[in-house]
């Protein structure tokens, strides 16, 4: 990776760059049967829409909060990286009355509604489809996602130093998400292009937030993320890791 990339945003931008075509994010639920295998190249469609989204809809700009009462999902994933495109803080801690916007899975919708801002409802369906019935008093993000366009360049440049990620109580810049995913890399067991990493840790820690997305991104990897990894029957996971050519699995993941 490119090493002046001092942003989540920058090694995103490199990763574009060097091979657009790699698989980057795979995940898994295992309480469906989904499985979803996102390109660097698809993923940053998804991240450039989701920032115009936020941007140009929502209005919101650097400094501003953005909660994400989400779990360890490849549409998490797309926020997360949005969110550093702008300049915005991603709160996976979940203060929603800080935040002047909320983005909410299916089962955090009343923790969400004490956000005053506006409220971003996910349904976290297969296919990244769209709830039956919208719920009341958020907008659907499936619905206004894809109207969104293709490119995104950000307003004003993102600080690398500005806040950027709160994570269990803890506020990182930028620089700090990028350096210390970098130096904690060899300790993931991420090597450089082509380690792949099998997660199927929580985003509500430093650990499943490196280990699920910014250690491989940060390093050239990819990650294979699993959801509802204890509802997957006898033998699946070493299946999985053969059939994916996963070369590392996170610590915790297989204490099922």
């Given at each position: ?175 700090e998400v990028v350096e210390r995913a970098r ?74």
């Open positions: 990776m490119n090493a002046t990339d001092r942003t989540p945003a920058d090694l995103l931008g490199s990763a574009l760059a060097a091979d657009p075509g790699r698989p980057l994010v795979t995940f898994y639920d295992d309480a469906t049967g989904e499985r979803v295998e996102l390109s660097v190249a698809t993923f940053a469609n998804w991240v450039a829409k989701t920032a115009n989204l936020l941007q140009d809809e929502l209005s919101v700009e650097p400094g501003d909060r953005v909660a994400l009462l989400l779990p360890a999902h490849w549409q998490t994933a797309v926020w997360l990286l949005a969110c550093a495109s702008v300049g915005v803080v991603a709160d996976v801690s979940g203060e929603v009355r800080a935040a002047e916007v909320v983005v909410s899975g299916p089962d955090r919708l009343e923790e969400g509604r004490a956000c005053s801002g506006s409220r971003i409802a996910m349904a976290l369906r297969p296919l990244g489809g769209r709830f039956p019935q919208v719920p009341e008093g958020f907008t659907d993000y499936a619905v206004e996602v894809p109207g969104q366009g293709d490119r995104f360049v950000p307003y004003a440049p993102v600080d690398p130093e500005g806040p950027a990620l709160i994570v269990a109580g803890r506020e990182f810049s930028g620089a130096a904690e890399a060899t300790g993931l067991g991420l090597t450089g292009p082509g380690s792949r990493i099998l997660s199927g840790l929580p985003y509500d820690t430093w650990d499943g937030l490196n280990a699920g997305l910014f250690g491989p991104l940060a390093t050239g990897g990819s990650v294979v993320l699993c959801r509802h990894l204890e509802q997957a029957g006898d033998g699946v996971l070493d299946k999985r890791v053969d059939s994916e050519r996963v070369t590392v699995i996170a610590h915790g993941t297989a204490g099922r």
